[in-house]
């Protein structure tokens, strides 16, 4: 909680996911594997021009115009056949509702989601927690880079451990882990980089702040 506290006094409240539907997060996340924002941002706006955002309009679409509309997010092929299959489970499963998917208990949608082709767990936990408000924490490489330079979890560390890490350390609160993810991406863009800038960084816990 102190490493968040610097955080937020640092870089405020960041007001995440940009999104104005849950279904909208739950695309985007998919879109987002190996890109940046900026794409995943062109192609939503492509979606919504098409008027594609929906479950049942992305079920109907023909796998070629979706693979198109969604070419600025790069591997535009593979994304639009996990869009498919994501949506296909969808509805397979809750009649195409998202409220139906998220009203049960969010451990056993867990498990089933990421046995959905192409949800790893990266994207699962970015659709539980920013779509349906559920206290299952975002792991991603920002929170690797960072928690190992503070010395808190191994470099190589899985994904599980590192989530276990703020899982049983925080109160269950998707507000707070919503907004904890969200400060680890800004923090990792402007200073915990792959070649750390350290000088200005707000956090005095972190070793390398330390270093002479």
Same mark, same amino acid.
């Given at each position: 909680?102190?490493?968040?506290?610097?955080?937020?006094?640092?870089?405020?409240?960041?007001?995440?996911?940009?999104?104005?539907?849950?279904?909208?997060?739950? +695309?985007?996340?998919?879109?987002?594997?190996? @890109?940046?924002?900026?794409?995943?941002?062109?192609?939503?706006?492509?979606? *919504? &021009?098409?008027?594609?955002?929906?479950?049942?309009?992305? &079920?109907?679409?023909?796998? /070629?115009?979706?693979?198109?509309?969604?070419?600025?997010?790069?591997?535009?092929?593979?994304? !639009?056949? %996990?869009?498919?299959?994501?949506?296909?489970?969808?509805? =397979?499963?809750?009649?195409?509702?998202?409220?139906?998917?998220?009203?049960?208990?969010?451990?056993?949608? &867990?498990?089933?989601?990421? *046995?959905?082709?192409?949800?790893? %767990?990266?994207?699962?936990?970015?659709?539980?927690?920013?779509?349906?408000?559920?206290? !299952?924490?975002?792991?991603?490489?920002? @929170?690797?880079?960072?928690?190992?330079?503070?010395?808190?979890?191994? =470099?190589?560390? /899985?994904?599980?451990?590192? %989530? !276990?890490?703020?899982?049983?350390?925080?109160?269950? /609160?998707? %507000?707070?882990?919503?907004?904890? $993810?969200?400060?680890?991406?800004?923090?990792?863009?402007?200073?915990?980089?792959?070649?750390?800038?350290? @000088?200005?960084?707000?956090? $005095? +816990?972190?070793?390398? @702040?330390?270093?002479?």
């Amino acid at each position: 909680m102190e490493i968040y506290g610097l955080l937020l006094a640092r870089y405020g409240h960041r007001h995440w996911w940009p999104a104005e539907t849950p279904f909208e997060v739950c +695309v985007g996340a998919i879109l987002t594997q190996n @890109t940046n924002w900026g794409n995943v941002e062109k192609a939503i706006a492509n979606l *919504k &021009r098409d008027r594609l955002l929906t479950p049942g309009a992305l &079920r109907d679409v023909p796998l /070629d115009l979706l693979a198109e509309a969604i070419r600025p997010s790069g591997f535009f092929n593979v994304k !639009s056949v %996990r869009l498919k299959g994501f949506v296909s489970w969808l509805f =397979e499963r809750f009649g195409g509702s998202l409220e139906r998917m998220f009203a049960g208990e969010w451990g056993e949608l &867990r498990e089933e989601l990421l *046995k959905v082709p192409g949800i790893g %767990r990266e994207t699962c936990d970015s659709i539980l927690l920013y779509a349906g408000e559920k206290p !299952s924490f975002v792991v991603d490489a920002y @929170t690797r880079r960072l928690f190992a330079a503070l010395g808190l979890v191994s =470099e190589k560390a /899985d994904y599980e451990t590192v %989530r !276990s890490l703020f899982m049983a350390d925080l109160p269950a /609160d998707p %507000r707070l882990y919503n907004e904890y $993810h969200a400060l680890i991406v800004q923090h990792g863009k402007e200073h915990c980089r792959k070649r750390p800038r350290c @000088t200005g960084c707000p956090l $005095h +816990v972190c070793p390398s @702040t330390m270093l002479p």
